[in-house]
């Protein structure tokens, strides 16, 4: 097991590496100069331009520029810093805990309403409760994003609280603290929460025409026990793997949810990057962006192990 | 207090001269899309303690399905009991509720499955599924448990089972994760003993130790053994008597001597004859004609009609009865008779 999670980690640096340089080509190859960027609507001095230019490395070869950036990252844990001289390090720090925050919110909301949800309707299938929950799975999935946040938004934080009074879900920004996080983390989670409980659903009713689910039966145990304990157990292992994987897209898709919700995250600031040709403040995001993705696709793997024991490493 | 099983069913010898287990014109029906498919249409057949009887007959013939009528375990829906008693010990299982029900499951009446590796949960050791019969019907704790699965491996045979009670069923062969199998159905001395084709998917020498050891667990314990399988070789050495199914009827039921010795059924007949002989090497094998009959539109008549070598007109158009041959014997064919003199001439 050991020896596996390190096989991983090496094989997560060509990984990573490959990740950077093609962010940063891409970067490269956006049309503008981010230092005329800089200026605004402004026309910059030559002589001022030339000498930013220079600072930045930005009229070295493609690859020369790479080899900065990299070998910086590499040796001294320096991620360089944007056009205003701010390290990029202390860009990213606070935003990705705000990110965190909403994608980890999301996360407990898609297992606890997924699961739970898939379930229900797994164990009332072709019932009147089955049909209604995959109806409104249908619905979750089929509208996007952005109707969802903005009505939830307005219905759940600004009408609710002119019609009681009371503060239940804030409407923009972090200030409340961890409350904050409720209505745009499920915002967030929305078509994943739609596709976990159809997941789960599939998954446990396929689980319970097995044949072991029938020697439990046998053997006398309850319904609950049957399904509770052989059941579930069997049918969260595909449930884990989509768990696992949400994660790195639940950090990494929050651009509109973080905008709607005035949430300050590394979606909102990859997208001003971007914007602004801040080469290593997006490559330093992506690079982050893809260390979770591997990490939480290790542990879904060690996971896995965990829970299905035929499964073995090495 | 917890309800145990013998509060609800009366201990070992309770209702005079009743068999140990008696299924008494069976009818289950599965209601689907297609239109109702009639898996068992009125089959009986009685189990003393310490015999076995096998149910012998082809995939459809409905063996399987009325097993599990005994057990329980039919999805309800699609499945329905129209008809039919299931009385074990004078008590009819189909009557009672679903909570007392789960109290002979597995308790007083078990059930080996054909397929161990898919019968097994393959997420949990095999002392864990063995054990938590104790822990759950019997309340005890987990080592103590453990300790009971451990002696129970040692009773089929699993060599080492000290150690082995904490590998995962798919560590194990085919013919030892039979044996687990076995060892989680005798765990709590069960008077009746279902095994739905034990053996089909063992080799041969595997086929043999399994069924010693279930012959050897019966001989110990005097349970009742209801052995279903579609392999005449097996039948011969283990069971006492057997009952002959063909599309959801007993065609034919007789002490095991008296159907080797003369079937007194077509059914019966095509059966033995197909059977490969040494002696008749090179010679074709037999097949009985045609195909199993399509459950949900049965012949009428007698079932067998379309493949039967002995039809007459009255075959097409009545349903046998299961004429009574002797006080042991039946045959559901309006010329047993004929059958009879044919096997003896």
């Known amino acids: ?314 | 207090m917890k309800k145990t099983s013998a509060d609800v069913l009366p201990a070992v010898g309770g209702q005079g001269n009743e068999p140990l287990l008696a299924v008494d014109n069976l009818h289950v029906e599965f209601h689907t899309r297609a239109g109702v498919v009639r898996a068992v249409n009125g089959v009986s057949y009685t189990v003393a303690p310490g015999e076995t009887l096998a149910v012998l007959g082809e995939s459809g013939s409905g063996k399987s399905v009325t097993a599990q009528a005994i057990m329980g375990i039919l999805d309800m829906p699609p499945a329905v009991i129209p008809k039919g008693e299931i009385r074990f010990k004078g008590t009819d299982l189909l009557k009672l509720s679903e909570h007392d029900r789960t109290h002979v499951r597995g308790q007083r009446i078990a059930m080996i499955f054909q397929d161990a590796l898919s019968a097994l949960n393959p997420v949990f050791t095999v002392g864990w599924q063995i054990s938590e019969m104790f822990r759950v019907h019997r309340g005890m704790s987990k080592s103590e448990a453990m300790k009971k699965a451990v002696e129970l491996m040692d009773r089929v045979r699993i060599p080492a089972a000290k150690q082995r009670v904490h590998d995962y069923p798919h560590q194990f062969s085919g013919g030892m994760r039979q044996r687990i199998m076995i060892a989680m159905s005798i765990a709590l001395d069960p008077e009746v003993l279902i095994a739905d084709e034990p053996t089909t998917a063992l080799d041969v020498t595997v086929q043999a130790q399994i069924m010693e050891l279930l012959a050897e667990l019966q001989r110990e314990s005097q349970m009742g053994l209801i052995l279903i399988t579609h392999d005449l070789g097996v039948v011969a050495d283990v069971a006492d008597k057997i009952a002959v199914m063909y599309a959801g009827r007993i065609v034919e039921n007789a002490p095991v001597y008296d159907i080797y010795k003369a079937p007194a059924h077509p059914y019966t007949k095509g059966l033995l004859d197909s059977i490969p002989r040494v002696d008749q090497k090179g010679h074709e094998l037999y097949a009985i004609k045609g195909l199993p009959p399509n459950l949900l539109d049965l012949p009428t008549g007698c079932a067998f009609h379309p493949r039967c070598p002995l039809r007459q007109e009255n075959c097409v158009t009545d349903a046998p009865p299961l004429y009574e041959i002797s006080g042991t014997r039946g045959s559901a064919c309006h010329y047993w008779r004929e059958v009879l003199d044919g096997e003896r001439r």
């Open chain 1, 1 to 314: 097991m050991g020896r596996y999670v390190i096989r991983r980690l090496i094989q997560a640096i060509p990984v990573l590496l490959g990740a950077t340089l093609l962010i940063f080509c891409i970067v490269f190859a956006l049309p503008g100069d981010p230092i005329a960027a800089l200026f605004g609507d402004k026309r910059p001095d030559p002589a001022i331009a030339e000498v930013l230019r220079e600072q930045y490395h930005l009229n070295d070869p493609l690859l020369l520029q790479y080899w900065y950036y990299i070998s910086g990252v590499l040796f001294r844990g320096d991620f360089g810093v944007n056009f205003a001289d701010v390290p990029v390090s202390q860009i990213m720090a606070g935003k990705f805990q705000i990110t965190l925050n909403l994608a980890l919110t999301a996360l407990v909301m898609e297992a606890v309403i997924g699961v739970g949800l898939g379930l229900w309707a797994a164990l009332r299938r072709g019932k009147a409760t089955d049909t209604a929950i995959l109806a409104s799975t249908l619905v979750l999935i089929s509208v996007p994003t952005l109707v969802t946040g903005f009505v939830l938004q307005l219905v759940l934080g600004v009408k609710v609280k002119q019609w009681t009074g009371l503060d239940i879900f804030p409407v923009a920004g972090t200030a409340e603290g961890l409350r904050a996080y409720l209505l745009p983390g499920f915002v967030l989670a929305g078509a994943s929460i739609a596709y976990l409980t159809r997941l789960t659903r599939t998954s446990l009713a396929e689980t319970l025409r097995s044949d072991y689910i029938r020697t439990a039966t046998a053997k006398g145990l309850s319904r609950r026990r049957v399904v509770g304990r052989h059941g579930l157990r069997n049918a969260l292992i595909p449930l884990v793997t989509y768990l696992g994987a949400d994660l790195g897209q639940l950090m990494g898709g929050a651009v509109i949810t973080e905008t709607i919700f005035n949430l300050q995250g590394i979606g909102n600031q990859l997208f001003q990057s971007v914007y602004l040709r801040e080469q290593p403040v997006v490559v330093g995001i992506v690079t982050v962006l893809v260390l979770i993705y591997i990490l939480a696709n290790l542990v879904v793997d060690l996971l896995y192990a965990v829970l299905d024991p035929r499964i073995r490493y090495e």
